[in-house]
Structure formats: structure tokens, C-alpha cells
């Protein structure tokens, strides 16, 4: 008996499951049910973590560097199609269709509003925001209207590839003449092979996942086959609708620098001269300075009115246990100046009032200087960093 043979799992017989009768539009090569009583279609659903791989990966590269807030949008985007996608493959139900094809759509908006807004002006950023979202509008009431999942595949293929033309036009009118004035002709043509191969590459892999995906359906009967003889675990790999989720990910990865998302900030580190980059660094280093004194005067100013406010809660407490007819005195000067007691403790309380409202501001104050001085901080070592790459 071979290994293979040995490992052989056998699929479900009932094709019956836990969310009843499919409700959406489409449904794939994989068989319902055929693994678990739970899950539709196991394979096309688990291959979606790839995308909540990719949306997480980006965010935590869109924080960390610095990048424009709108791939925050389009990296929760992918996020959003994974989720719903999975929720697809788990149902079958049309609402849970709905639920990852048009968010598809609204993320490759997001991403070419970031593509084709880049570098203009304010105007025509809000021009192209509106004309995206009234085309978003459009796709989604047409979509609901007709139902017909052709219109929303050809949609979003060609919000795709006008995204991704758009990102090849930026990559040669911007990024190589800048390139050509910061480095060797021999070093920047190296830069744009690199970019241009993860690009193409990128694209490969995509299209490679949709002949995969129509290769699925046109020989579903014969995949079918195939996968009741070798069984699982070995057949969830002629699944070619997973197939698609994963190098559509993959694929998405490779060009993310294409579609404007490195490519900014390399224009940042080529666009300030080696000058202009120490005068700046120099500027910042001062207001961290400034700030680092201010701080160092603020912590002064609060330990002393800290303790002032003690040694006035402390006589306050002290002249709370004094019968109210007791003879006290109040300094003024050199002098000394009866007053009675309740006038002394409502008159030690307004104090500590004061003192409490100047120690909340100081306070407020100080968390203000040290978050100015740890962003010059960060400022700095991005800008040396940068200065470095291309």
C-alpha cells in the first residue's frame, strides 16, 4: 500500500448541510458539503485567509512607514472581501455573495482613487473621488437590478486593469525621471527591471489564477472524477476557484508597489536634495531640543506644585480635627493674622483646587512636549533611513 493510498481520506456521501438550499447566483467546481456538514465548500473557503494575510501585512506596512491614510481603507478592503468571501463559500446564500463581490469592487476603487489622485490637485482629487464612487454606485444598483455575474466579473476587471495601466504610467512619467537625476543610468534601469518584474509578475499570477478558475468550470464533470479517485487530502489541489483566491493574493502582494504604494515613498527620499535633507534634519533636531528643556522645566514645575498641594492638604486635614473655635492665625508677611477656622479651611480647599487644575494642565502639557519630542525622534531616523534607499 502506497502512502498516498495509506493517507486517503473519503468525502461525505450526504451533500445536505448545516445552511440549507444554495440562494446565490453562482456556485463552483468544488461540491457542497462534500467535506463537512458545516462548510459549503471548505477549500474556496479557507483559501481566503490569504487575502486577511494581505490586508493585515498592509496595514502594518501603511503604519509603520507612513504611508497616505487611504491604504488603510484599501488594505481593511481586502480584509473585507476575505471575510465576506469566506462567509460566500461557507453559505452559498446570495447575500453572503453579495457580501464579497461588491466589496471587491469598492477596494479596487479605493485603490485607483489612491493611483490616479496622486500628485494632482485638490479639485480634480475630490473630481476623481466623486466619479468613483457615483461608478461604485452604478455597479452596485445595476448588479442588484440584473444579477448577472458576468457584469460584475468584467466590472471589476477592468477597474483592475486601469488601475494597474495607471500605476505603469505614474512608474514611467515619475518615478524613473527622478530616479535619472538621483542615480547612475546603470543603477536606476536596475531599479525599474525590479519594479517592472515584480509588476509583470504580479499580473502573471493573476491571470494564471483566472485560467485556472474558468479551467475549473469548463472541466468540472472530469475534476469531479478525478478528485472521488485520489481523495483527500490529495485532491483539494485541482480545486481551481481556491486556486484563484490564492494567486489572486499573491498576485495583489506584487504589485502593491505599482500601485502606488512603495512608489511614494521612494518620490519622498528622491524629491529633497542631500542640503535641503540636513537643514531639515537640523531644524527638527532643534525643536526635539526645545522640547527635551520644556520638559525638563514642566516636571520641575509639577513636583513643586505637588508639593505644595500636600503641605496644604496636610494643614487642612490638620486643622479639620481643631474645635471651629480655636484661635488660629494665617501668616501675611511678617505679620500674623487671625482668621477663624471654617474661613481658613474653605480658603485651604480653593487652593487645592488651584493647585490640582495647574497640576492637569502641566500634566497635559508634558504628555504633549514628550509626544513632540518622540515624533521629531522618528521624523529624524525615517528621513537618514530614507536618504539611503531609492
Not at 462567509?87 to 479605493?110: G, R, S
Not at 455597479?139 to 442588484?144: E, K, M
Amino acid at each position: 500500500m502506497s502512502l498516498i493510498s495509506a493517507l486517503q481520506i473519503p468525502y461525505r456521501e450526504s451533500r445536505e448541510g448545516f445552511w440549507g438550499e444554495q440562494t446565490s447566483t453562482l456556485n463552483w467546481c468544488e461540491e457542497d458539503y462534500n467535506i463537512t456538514f458545516y462548510c459549503a465548500e471548505v477549500v474556496n473557503t479557507l483559501t481566503n485567509l490569504v487575502f486577511m494575510w494581505l490586508g493585515v501585512r498592509g496595514l502594518r506596512n501603511v503604519l509603520s512607514h507612513a504611508h497616505s491614510r487611504v491604504f488603510i481603507l484599501a488594505f481593511l478592503g481586502y480584509i473585507v472581501v476575505g471575510l465576506g468571501s469566506m462567509a460566500f463559500h461557507t453559505t452559498l446564500k446570495y447575500e453572503m455573495q453579495l457580501a464579497d463581490e461588491l466589496p471587491m469592487i469598492y477596494t479596487v476603487c479605493i485603490m485607483g482613487f489612491a493611483t490616479f489622485s496622486y500628485r494632482r490637485s485638490a479639485k480634480a482629487k475630490t473630481l476623481i473621488a466623486v466619479g468613483l464612487v457615483g461608478l461604485a454606485v452604478f455597479i452596485t444598483v445595476y448588479y442588484l437590478y440584473a444579477q448577472d455575474p458576468v457584469f460584475h466579473q468584467v466590472a471589476y476587471g477592468l477597474l483592475t486593469a486601469g488601475t494597474i495601466f495607471r500605476g505603469f504610467y505614474v512608474m514611467e512619467r515619475s518615478l524613473r525621471p527622478k530616479l535619472s537625476q538621483r542615480k547612475p543610468a546603470e543603477e536606476c534601469d536596475r531599479y525599474m527591471r525590479e519594479m517592472y518584474k515584480l509588476a509583470l509578475t504580479g499580473i502573471f499570477l493573476f491571470l494564471a489564477g483566472f485560467f485556472l478558475w474558468n479551467m475549473d468550470n469548463i472541466f468540472c464533470r472530469h475534476l469531479t472524477a478525478t478528485k472521488k479517485q485520489i481523495l483527500l487530502p490529495w485532491s483539494v489541489v485541482l480545486e481551481g476557484h481556491g486556486w484563484w483566491h490564492i494567486l489572486t493574493g499573491l498576485g495583489m502582494l506584487l504589485l502593491s508597489p505599482l500601485l502606488s504604494f512603495r512608489l511614494k515613498t521612494a518620490f519622498v527620499n528622491m524629491s529633497i536634495s542631500n542640503e535641503a535633507l540636513q537643514k531639515l534634519v537640523r531644524e527638527i533636531e532643534s525643536q526635539a531640543i526645545a522640547a527635551q528643556q520644556q520638559i525638563s522645566l514642566v516636571r520641575t514645575q509639577t513636583a513643586s506644585k505637588q508639593r505644595e498641594m500636600r503641605l496644604a492638604q496636610l494643614t487642612r486635614s490638620e486643622i479639620a480635627a481643631l474645635p471651629s473655635d480655636t484661635a488660629v492665625y494665617e501668616g501675611v508677611g511678617k505679620m500674623f493674622v487671625a482668621i477663624p477656622v471654617p474661613a481658613l479651611q474653605d480658603k485651604l480647599g480653593s487652593q487645592i483646587k488651584e493647585i490640582e487644575t495647574e497640576v492637569d494642565a502641566m500634566g497635559k502639557r508634558l504628555h504633549y512636549l514628550e509626544t513632540t519630542a518622540k515624533n521629531s525622534q522618528d521624523h529624524i531616523e525615517k528621513m537618514l533611513k530614507g536618504a539611503g534607499q531609492p
